[in-house]
């Protein structure tokens, strides 16, 4: 069974940098797209960025300040968080999911890493 860990989330300030990972241990298939979704209480649930064989795809609200990376050897895939702002304080899930911006009941999700950005 697939499991999801990440890491590197934390308290920072504005304008700070952050960078999250996260690792996928047993039967992953390739073809799966790799991101991150992030929560906070009182709002829905929102796309942040996600991989693929195909390219790499953004939420508007992060476009140009976040980076998606991943390695297909190690089964991980890395969120470059530049430019932060307190709007990106959330709890960031990492995915792996049938579709580049959507999700099933097929796909797979870790425990969450918190980010905290302070003004």
Excluded: H
């Amino acid at each position: 069974q697939v499991q999801l860990v990440e890491s590197g989330g934390g308290l920072v300030k504005a304008g700070d940098s952050l960078r999250l990972s996260c690792a996928a241990s047993g039967r992953l298939f390739s073809s799966y797209f790799m991101g991150w979704f992030r929560q906070t209480p009182g709002k829905e649930r929102e796309f942040v960025a996600s991989i693929g064989w195909s390219g790499s795809y953004y939420g508007d609200s992060v476009k140009g300040r976040f980076s998606i990376s991943r390695d297909y050897g190690k089964n991980t895939v890395y969120l470059q968080m530049n430019s932060l702002k307190p709007e990106d304080t959330a709890v960031y899930y990492c995915a792996a999911t049938l579709g580049p911006r959507t999700t099933t009941t097929s796909d797979f999700w870790g425990q969450g890493t918190q980010v905290t950005v302070s003004s």
